[in-house]
């Protein structure tokens, strides 16, 4: 199953090591979920998981990274005209419609306004674990 994950997953799975978003991120790693990606959903995940703020390893991070860069899905995304909540996730629905994702997992489900996405379903890391 291809999925494009919100940044916020991935920030959720590092910090909470036994929630919903870490057995997501676990799925990845298993091979049994698949990341589509483009550079500046890569981009985003390298800023935000370098904060200090999170205090996560910057070996960590590059390892995780570099997973991702290695087994998921990379695509070009055209733009599309679709107005969202926070137009800074406009990039995850553009990501998901390119490569044709099965969904978009994030922990904000209210910045994905029902049918925004292409008819790409929203799930929280929680729905999507019962997918599998």
């Known amino acids: 199953m291809k999925v494009v994950l919100d940044t916020n997953v991935l920030v959720s799975a ?3 090591p036994h929630g919903p978003a870490a057995r997501v991120l676990d799925a990845v790693l298993a091979g049994q979920l ?4 483009d550079d500046r ?3 985003e995940y390298e800023e935000v998981l370098r904060r200090e703020r999170f205090g996560f390893a910057q070996e960590d991070v590059k390892a995780l ?3 991702i860069r290695s087994e ?3 695509v070009v995304a055209p733009p599309l005209r679709i107005a969202l909540p926070d137009p800074d996730d406009l990039m995850f629905v553009e990501v998901a419609v390119a490569g044709r994702a ?3 997992v994030t922990g904000n489900k ?8 292409g008819g790409i379903p929203v799930m929280s890391p929680a ?3 019962s997918l599998l």
């Open 127 to 129: 729905e999507i674990l």
């Open 34 to 37: 698949s990341l589509v990606f």
């Open 65 to 67: 990274l570099d997973f």
């Open 41 to 43: 959903i890569l981009y």
């Open 14 to 16: 590092l910090l909470t």
């Open 72 to 74: 998921g899905l990379g």
């Open 102 to 104: 099965d969904a978009i």
């Open 110 to 117: 209210k910045h994905f306004p029902e049918g925004c996405c």
